[in-house]
């Protein structure tokens, strides 16, 4: 293999979720692609990186100082969904159910990584809550223990606020069976039941 090949395997490999074998896969695609191609995505990548920043309210990517939901007058701004990151953003507005705004942490309080609760936006949220009518934070971190840890902490830090805050229920998926549902995802289940 050669030294070209190898450093470009590597620098696809350290990318989240991509093990060496699927780097190897996409480097051996990319070198087989024409160069107007290849220079497109890497022009592609070069000028998202340049022009994303964090929208000055939610701190999610935006290309212009404040996001599109944000912006939005047909947002509810009283209600504030706070997520990990862009990603789960994402994922609920492909729901098409949320009319309320957001806040994305960037992370997780994780010790063990040495993430503390400064390395996340909550002073960001905290500042946006000052006189602002927001109403309700909706904690929508993941079902993790960092997760669990962090929504906890949030809610902490919201009670002096006198703001009503939510967390996202958890419990078994549509078309899941018992035995096959391990013993955090049942005991959310439990915990979150509702009548019929």
Do not use: W
Request: aromatic letters at 4%; charged letters at 25%.
């Amino acid at each position: 293999m050669t030294p070209s090949l190898e450093r470009l395997i590597a620098k696809l490999s350290s990318l989240p979720g991509i093990g060496r074998k699927s780097a190897g896969r996409l480097a051996y695609h990319i070198v087989s692609m024409d160069q107007s191609q290849v220079d497109e995505i890497a022009k592609a990548l070069t000028d998202a990186k340049r022009s994303l920043k964090l929208c000055e309210i939610c701190q999610n990517y935006s290309e212009t100082p404040v996001c599109s939901v944000c912006s939005s007058e047909k947002r509810d701004k009283s209600v504030i969904c706070v997520v990990e990151d862009p990603r789960s953003v994402t994922a609920i507005e492909e729901l098409r159910e949320f009319s309320g705004t957001y806040h994305v942490l960037h992370g997780v309080i994780s010790p063990m990584d040495g993430i503390t609760p400064e390395h996340l936006k909550i002073k960001e949220l905290l500042a946006r809550l000052s006189g602002t009518g927001v109403t309700e934070v909706i904690v929508a971190t993941n079902p993790s223990v960092e997760g669990e840890a962090t929504g906890l902490y949030i809610a902490k830090l919201l009670k002096p606020f006198g703001i009503k805050v939510t967390r996202l229920a958890y419990g078994l998926p549509v078309g899941a069976t018992l035995e096959y549902a391990d013993l955090i995802t049942l005991s959310k289940a439990f915990e979150g039941r509702t009548p019929v």
